[in-house]
T-cell receptor, first 114, second 110 residues
């Protein structure tokens, strides 16, 4: 069965610094997608970034970028120039066309220190 | 326009009651889901529907029954509510490359 593991329950970073959130997953599929979702205190789930497994190039969205290592089944999120508004729970998620369901990691709570 | 809307946002009810949570999406997506987020923030899939048909039914008590009258709606009905059902329930829809979530319904069973 596919699993997603986030080994860091909580992290803190100084404002304007860079932080990396870790995620590993386990799958036997070759066609899948990986996501990072942000859940601020408002509870809304917000898509931060998406990576297609067939693409070798790492996805980037403004200050957010990923380090996708397919062979190692690793999908880390880097947040540059951290801002107070980045404080939230971050969930790594996996989706495969075959299973048609999104599997989430347990989340990492990110604190931004002013 | 809200892409995925859930009602109500908050629901407080007594043990043993029956309640429903409604979900509607205006994105034209074929697939809709219900997720449960427990007190530790862990998100776990409960059900998945594709074009009104049940695709996934994870290990969920049969007190939980999803109903999809059309592909834009996926409602969740819960019978005989228990204290352990207290959680935040998220509805979502997807078209494979992205999932859109509702704002969640915080259910508190007292």
């Amino acid at each position: 069965a596919q699993t997603v593991t986030q080994s860091q329950p909580e992290m803190s970073v100084q404002e304007a610094e860079t932080v990396t959130l870790s995620c590993t997953y386990d799958t036997s599929e070759s066609d899948y997608y990986l996501f990072w979702y942000k859940q601020p205190p408002s509870r809304q789930m917000i898509l931060v970034i998406r990576q297609e497994a067939y693409k070798q190039q790492n996805a980037t969205e403004n200050r957010f970028s990923v380090n996708f290592q397919k062979a190692a089944k690793s999908f880390s999120l880097k947040i540059s120039d951290s801002q107070l508004g980045d404080a939230a729970m971050y969930f790594c998620a996996y989706f495969s066309n075959r299973d048609d369901k999104i599997i989430f990691g347990k989340g990492t709570r990110l604190h931004i220190l002013p | 326009d809200t892409a995925v809307s859930q009602t109500p946002k908050y629901l407080v009810t007594q043990m043993g009651n029956d309640k429903s949570i409604k979900c509607e999406q205006n994105l034209g997506h074929d697939t809709m889901y219900w997720y449960k987020q427990d007190s530790k923030k862990f998100l776990k899939i409960m059900f998945s529907y594709n074009n009104k048909e049940l695709i996934i039914n994870e290990t969920v008590p049969n007190r939980f029954s999803p109903k999809s009258p059309d592909k834009a709606h996926l409602n969740l009905h819960i019978n005989s509510l228990e204290l352990g059902d207290s959680a935040v329930y998220f509805c979502a829809s997807s078209q494979r490359l992205e999932a859109f979530f509702g704002q969640g319904t915080r259910l508190t069973v007292v």
